[in-house]
Structures are given as C-alpha cells and as structure tokens.
C-alpha cells in the first residue's frame, strides 16, 4: 500500500503566505469595491530595470539563430555570470569567493530549502524565532523534529529574537550541527555587525557546525561598515554557505534568479568522521535535481553589473528604502515600537496582543495587508510586519489609512 511522508502531517496546515492570501481573497470577494494595498508578502513591484529587459531581449533573439542558440546550460550557472558574481559581489568587498564557488538557480527559497538534504536526519538543527518559515518546515518535511506543541516543533533549538536582546539572538546553550541565520533579517528587519557575526562564526567552527547564512536582503544595507556577506567574516569559508538573490535588489521575483555560494574549503563528515567536501555534494545535488537557469534570465541578471545596472539597481533599492523609512517614522509616531527599515525592506513592529487579530482590524478597517508576526514564530507573536516593497504612492496612501485606524 503507498504510504505518504508521515512528517508532512506534523506541517501546519498551511504556508503562511497562503494562509494570507486566503483572508485577502475571502476579503476582496466580500468587499469588490474596495481597493486593497498589499504591504504583507515581501514581493516586489517596481518594474524590472532597463538593462535587465535589454539583456533578456538581446538574449531571445540570439536563441533565434542558428550559432546563438543555447540548449542545456551548465547546471551551477553560465560562467559569464558566476565570474560576474565572484567578481562584484565578492573579490570587490575583499571576500576570497571564486566563480567555481557559486551555484546559479531560480531562488533562494528553493536553496534555503533544498539545502537540508545533503545534511544527516540527526543532526540538531537551530534556527531564528521569528523565522522565515522555510527554514523549517523543511526541516520538518526531512524528519528532522517531533510534533508541533506548543507553537514549536520539537526537537529544533530556537534562537529566540526578542525585544530584550535587540531581536539579535544570542548563540545556542547546547551544541548545534547546523545553524539558520539571516541578515538583513526577514521577518524583523535586524542587522548584525561583523562582530555578532564572528562570534557565530567563532562558534560553527568550535563546534564543526555549519551556518547557513541568508543574505536574499544585503542590498539594502545603508552602512557600508555592516558586513554585506558572511564570507567578511574571518573564517567563514570554513563554516557557512550564503543564500543570495536577484528577487529583492533587482525585481526578480517574478523572473527567477539566484545563487548560492558553498565554498571550497567547507566540510561535512561522513559516519567514521571523514572530511566530505559540502561543495562537492550540493554541486551532485543541483545537477541531479536542476537544469540550470534559462539563458535569457542569466543574461538579465549579469546585466546588474553593468555600470548603468548597478545605478538602475541602487535607484529601485533606494526608491523602496524611502518607503521603509516612512513606514518606521509613521509607527514610531504612533507610539509603536519598532525596528528593521534602516537597513531592510521590512518593519517589525511591536504591537502587542494577537497579530492575527492586528492583521484583520488592518484588512478589514483599512484595507491594508500586514505579515502577523505570529506566523513567523512564537517570539513574533505581539508583532506584525509591513513591507516597503510598494510604490511610493501606495505606502504614502497605506500609511494614511493606517494612521486613521489607529489613531481612532
Ligand atoms: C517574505 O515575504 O517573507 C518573502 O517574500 C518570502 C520570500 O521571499 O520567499
């Protein structure tokens, strides 16, 4: 008799964001005339820079002809990309990163959750509380935790991010293998400095631990004495794989592209405690499992370093940080505390009460859509997110409705 994966049923029962986009729906049907303004999901709306539609273009009309025509791509990515990748993202900030370090694949929900596999079923896993949910559901969905009790899944540590401790969390008491972080962090919007991040970095190399470092939002760090990638860190290319994105920086997340960097030096130990290269299993993962990024959305993503790309970029960067700014200074107004929206697209407010609850006065009162921070973990809940990824129009008008809300 087929049997399902038994872990699928410890899931909640939905994603978070589908959960949302079922109250919007019920919401919209219910009320047709009343126009919605989505600040929840961290989706981006501006539209895609010109040298990104010039590049995809002049990459459709070269698979036109005979000599420009590309079939299957090298699975980890076209070099011209990667050797971009390495160059301007990396080697220009001082981080030793080679192209042959660096995967091309469709998104970094996908790697951030693909990831897991080429890890043991027992190793203890820790991961930030309010987190992005992938972390762990994938987790979940591999067998690596008991039942859901309580708000949390047993078996996983929680790095709890906390309004005491500046929602930085603080390491682990007991011993982990395996170490989710994320800065700029999705949902709260926290920076880490170079020194919170060696000290993680001192750690995952006393404990031969991995961290997997998610960095989908560096682009939107202000300061540049704010470390933009993990591999800034001394010693990280012995313990980290960075997660980063096209989707947030350049509006790729219709269009799909992203990467990941495993570095060379990084090892994993098999059963007699043999050193396996991490680089080596991720590289027979990704292309057992993924065919590569189409050629046109590669060309469109190397089109970013181009010096007009890098201006175009920071131009939609900018246009969506002067949203983040004026969200936090509304709340604050509002008596709200706050962070996140100085180095991040995101605003994590302190709301208080049950963000569910928050989030249908919002929708229902001023037709504005908010994350509830309860679905992100149980520190998040007596929080709500809001998103900066909008037009400048459209937050101005949320943010009215909103202060008419909670202001009455
Ligand atoms: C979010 O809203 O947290 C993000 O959009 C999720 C994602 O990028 O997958």
């Not at 009343?34 to 501006?46: A, H, S, Y």
């Not at 201006?311 to 969506?320: A, C, N």
Request: glycine share 8%; net charge negative; hydrophobic share 35%.
């Amino acid at each position: 008799m087929i049997r399902i994966n038994p872990h699928f049923q410890k899931l909640q029962a939905s994603y978070l964001f589908s959960n949302i986009a079922q109250r919007v729906a019920a919401y919209q049907q219910a009320n047709p005339d009343k126009p919605l303004i989505k600040m929840g999901i961290g989706d981006v709306t501006e539209p895609l820079p010109e040298v990104c539609r010039t590049a995809m273009k002049e990459a459709v009309d070269e698979m036109g002809t005979r000599d420009g025509f590309h079939g299957y791509g090298p699975e980890q990515g076209y070099a011209f990309l990667r050797e971009a990748i390495a160059e301007n993202e990396y080697q220009s900030r001082g981080c030793d990163i080679g192209a042959d370090e660096i995967f091309v694949s469709d998104g970094s929900k996908c790697d951030s959750g693909n990831i897991q596999e080429i890890f043991g079923t027992d190793i203890s896993v820790a991961v930030p509380d309010p987190v992005y949910p992938v972390y762990v559901d994938t987790n979940v969905m591999a067998g690596r935790t008991g039942r859901f009790v309580d708000g949390r899944f047993e078996g996983l540590t929680y790095l709890e991010a906390t309004p005491d401790n500046g929602y930085t969390p603080e390491l682990p008491e007991q011993p982990v293998d395996l170490i989710y972080l994320c800065f700029p962090n999705n949902p709260t919007g926290a920076v880490a400095t170079k020194e919170q991040l060696q000290r993680w970095v001192d750690y995952a190399r006393q404990h031969h631990a991995i961290i997997l470092f998610d960095a989908a939002y560096q682009a939107f760090i202000q300061d540049d004495a704010l470390p933009h990638s993990i591999f800034e860190i001394e010693g990280a290319k012995q313990c980290a794989i960075e997660f980063r994105s096209f989707s947030k920086n350049a509006g790729f997340t219709g269009t799909r592209c992203a990467f990941t960097v495993v570095p060379k030096d990084l090892v994993a130990y098999d059963p007699e405690n043999n050193e396996v290269p991490v680089r080596q299993l991720w590289s027979r993962r990704h292309s057992t499992k993924f065919n590569g990024v189409s050629y046109p959305v590669q060309r469109a993503a190397a089109a970013i370093y181009s010096q007009a790309g890098k201006q175009q970029v920071q131009d939609l960067v900018q246009g969506y940080m002067a949203n983040a700014r004026q969200i936090r200074e509304t709340m604050i107004e509002l008596g709200y505390d706050c962070v996140g929206g100085d180095h991040a697209p995101y605003v994590w407010i302190r709301t208080g009460g049950n963000s569910w609850d928050f989030f249908d006065r919002l929708l229902n009162e001023a037709g504005v859509v908010c994350t509830p921070g309860a679905g992100f973990g149980k520190c998040g809940e007596g929080h709500i997110r809001l998103s900066a990824f909008n037009s400048a129009v459209k937050t101005g008008e949320a943010l009215q409705r909103i202060r008419e809300v909670l202001s009455r």
